[in-house]
């Protein structure tokens, strides 16, 4: 007989409805699962009747229980309601009509507001439909509160939906708040107001006020910068964070004290429980209190996953010491988390409901397996029991220090398997930086509370907010720079992540010492066979022609698993392609150092992404033209390979690279008449564009940079050996490039235009497109594809579905 766990039942319960909710993701559809829970709740109850049969009842109730989790995932993400605007043909909208439902201001660039769609008008006739639009607005135009009803005229779009391998899947994170559309024209003149429609009491009486009563005081007694934390940190508004402190507490490994969570849920219980004692409120009444204070909370910050486990802990444990009930900590967690789930299934797969659960389970589990990994407190307490010093090294330093190492070992597989990436020093970040948060967070407390009462308590309360702010990112801006502050690792698969982890968890739990040895040799050998797969060889190349909108950038990976990257995009305001792009492309690939980075041309919208690039990953060698070209962006990056010890190689007509000996890569331009032009406009520089074809048994790769058509007789001459499988056709697909006399030698199967959707330039041109489709050559556009990968063997190629 399957029993629950008679301690913590509720552990056994979640995770059968987790299992539910992950086979409703990957395996069981929606017919199937809603008929496989009829039959077994139909079942469960007849066993349950029977008294022969019920003693399998737990087996059957947690049956019924896995596929309630599958039919709750497919009801809250796939079953929508007929007139919902994807069930809608938007194609001929005239307009969308609707009620403001979340407001984000900015301090800088763009408002964010959320939609609530009510009406369409389409085809001269107007539908009632459901569904949520999401549209920007710069700062400095006409502010719409929550409840206003707008009429907004023109085309709605797809959210982007995830455009390379390993990047950010911003329409699948949209996708799970239930947003499906956005709005892009982001012009005011195409937005008319229609006045106030219903609106909820409590948000526009309370919960709204309150989040811009915090905003407005923040901005006025704080700092820009400082401002943007304190907003991060208590309302949950991370618009006008700081990018470079993102990157650096993200590099510390402590980038979660950003995101509001179950920390900062913590600071506030402590400040309201200390205040209603100071008050003589009874426990029943502080409880009550609390209660209420959460329940605004959790809407004030809108109901984000962390906050609201979180504060569903704290009520839950605080019911059981109200009622006197003894309470288990695993209990609560599960409880916290069944509890989400059923309310909203999507938050299983949501990064932050992930480490928010994790982080908290490590608290509660991890200090006592790191003592039995390191006795350090039990051996001082046996050596030392009457020392006071032992004991407030003890209580001050060894017990903090224990759960900083639980938090970061039992949060590693994720950081691994999410951001690519080890903290080194995140261990002893802790230590400072969550003190000095807390710290904050209590002073931004009080400065709300001040302003109210003395504009002169307020500021004062501010000056000190400002000056441990500047303090905090002094030291965290130092430690960040420590050499070896993070290691970059490859993406793994999620199975080795949960074998990893699976290893690691028998490792803390094994009692016999001699196991836990084997097991942690085991672990090891795994880690190690984990790093050295890494590295076989193949016999293929994987070409790889990235989307980075307007701009190049593309790698190449041979069967030795040496990596070329030629060109890495533009850098655009805080958009970098080189990070944000082809590194997570990298990542992917599990490849982090590369033989050779080839910058075709000087321009940015090739080259800019490569300065944060080569200050992540190993680069043996940068290669360019002997051209020069007084552009800042490519002296900066000159100077970066110099400072980084990395070789720079002019290369011309005539010169090859060495990536693996079963391939050759030949340079074809530019020559020495064109290297010593002195011009610096765009055409010259277009047409000293490094050409180079990548040859692997018979089939080949050619790229030619933005090669303009008057340059491309300097290699017409190579005639038949210019012939290759692919071509990355020139400049974008330019009227002036790729011409009908270089198609024709070369002779592809295939041709990619790496170009961005709606760009200045009208790129690619109809003339070009034409000359392609007469030639039969099949086009793929990075603009409607995303990335575009193919495989290329000795014997032929294979486009990769990397979806």
Known sequence: MWKLHQKNPLIAIVVTFALGITAAKFIIPYPLSLWLLISISLLTILFFLNSLLKKYIAFWLLAALFLAGTVRLHVAAWVLPGHHLLNQDLMQMDWVEGSILETHYAQEKYDCYLLAAEKLHKAGATVHVCGKILFRLPVDLRKFPYGQKLRI??????PPPKRNPGQFNYQ?????????????????????YLGTGA?????????????DYCSTQFNHYLKVPTAGLLNALITGEKQDLNQETINRFKELGVIHVLAISG?????????????????????????????LVLIIYVTLVHFISPVLRAALMAVLFLLGEMYERKVSAYNILAGAALLILIWEPRELFQVGFQFSFLGILSLIYGPEKVEQLLPVGRLLQNTYADSTVIHYFLKWIWYPLRVSIAAVLINIPLTVYYYGAIPTYAVLANLIVIPAVGIIVFLGIFLLLGA???????AGIGGIINLLDQILSRIVKIISGFPGSYINVPYPAFWHVALWTVIAFLVLNSKNIRARKSLIIVLLMYSIYLICTLERSREKIQAAFLDVGQGDAGCLIFPNRHLIIIDAGDKVGEWDSGQNTVLPY???????????????????????GFYSLLQIINLDTLVVSRYHYPSQTYSELLSLCRGRGIFVRYVQKGDWLYPDPSCRVYIFHPDSSYTALTGNDGATCNNNSIVLKVQYGQNGILYLGDLQKEAEESILFYNDFLECEILKAAHHGAANATSV????EVQPLCAVISVARKNKFNHPSALTLDRLNNLQICTYQTSKQGAVIFEITMHGIRKVDWH
């Open 153 to 158: 005229f023109g085309q709605l779009g797809i």
């Open 172 to 192: 699948a994170y949209l996708a799970a708040q239930d947003i499906y559309h956005v709005y892009e024209n982001g012009q005011i003149d195409s937005i008319i």
């Open 199 to 211: 609106r909820n009491w409590f948000l526009c009486g309370l919960i709204n006020p309150l989040r």
């Open 263 to 291: 920390l900062h849920v913590g600071y506030i219980i402590l400040f309201v429980f200390t205040l209603f004692s100071v008050l003589r409120f009874s426990q029943k009444y502080k409880i009550m209190g609390l209660g």
């Open 452 to 458: 109210g009462l003395s504009h002169w308590l307020a």
């Open 586 to 608: 990298l990542k992917s690939v599990g490849i982090l150092h590369a033989q050779y980075a080839v910058l075709s041309h000087p321009h940015d919208d090739h080259i800019a």
């Open 741 to 744: 006399n270089l198609l024709n």
